[in-house]
């Protein structure tokens, strides 16, 4: 079963706009991950947020995560066509962090 | 610094065979996980190892089967193939268990007919 759940489960917008993805999860976590994957290919580590953290920043990306709503979300900024892929939230728990993916996000971004 | 090598790339196999996957994880790193990616499923945990020890497993039936060798790179098994195991599978190593950022290879498409 998913641990985490993306929304929307499709985005599509012009190239300039900002995405924004929403991911929610249902058991407590020691820390939650993005990934993006381009089409059929291997996904691509984006950002590692950890549970005593609120927010990251890497380059156009900008990462929440609420531990309270058990919730975290991904903003990509002026996006690019070259964005255009599925992202998928992944969090990690358990004495071993067992790593459990979420039903993604595909983002559409349009020249 | 290479990545992550899956092989084979591509492989049809026949219901009934058996096959095996290959991964070689980035040098240095202990962990390997696979993931089984389908349409319908999206990403499913399949098993992790670490130091050729399998420390998780998901809800896979005992068809699927993996190891670890001494050098990290890691093997995984799928017996008496089903239609349903027509999926990409992909394998991602870190450095340590679920702490650290997993690097995942280009994956393994496998087709059952």
């Known amino acids: 079963s998913q641990q985490g759940e993306e929304d929307p489960q499709a985005l599509s917008i012009q190239e300039g706009e900002n995405a924004t993805m929403n991911c929610s999860y249902k058991?407590?976590?020691?820390?939650l991950q993005w990934y993006r994957q381009n089409s059929g290919r291997g996904l691509v580590h984006l950002i590692l947020i950890r549970s005593n953290e609120r927010e990251k920043h890497s380059g156009r990306l900008r990462v929440t995560l609420d531990t309270s709503k058990k919730s975290s979300s991904l903003l990509i900024t002026a996006s690019r066509a070259a964005d255009t892929a599925s992202y998928f939230c992944a969090t990690g728990s358990g004495g071993y962090q067992k790593v459990t993916f979420g039903t993604g996000t595909k983002l559409q971004v349009i020249p | 610094k290479a990545g992550v090598t899956q092989t084979p790339r591509y492989l049809i196999k026949t219901r009934g065979q058996q096959v095996t996957l290959s991964c070689s994880p980035i040098?240095?790193?202990?962990?390997v996980s696979w993931y089984q990616q389908t349409p319908g499923q999206g990403l499913q945990f399949l098993f992790e190892y670490f130091s050729e020890t399998q420390r998780n497993k998901g809800n896979f039936p005992g068809r699927f089967s993996g190891r670890q060798f001494s050098n990290s790179r890691s093997e995984m098994n799928v017996s008496t193939l089903e239609l349903g195991d027509s999926a990409l599978y992909l394998c991602?190593?870190?450095?340590?268990?679920?702490?650290?950022?997993?690097?995942f290879g280009q994956g393994t498409r496998l087709t059952v007919v």
């Open positions: 058991t407590s976590i020691n820390n």
């Open positions: 040098s240095g790193h202990r962990s």
């Open positions: 991602a190593s870190s450095l340590r268990t679920g702490q650290t950022e997993a690097f």
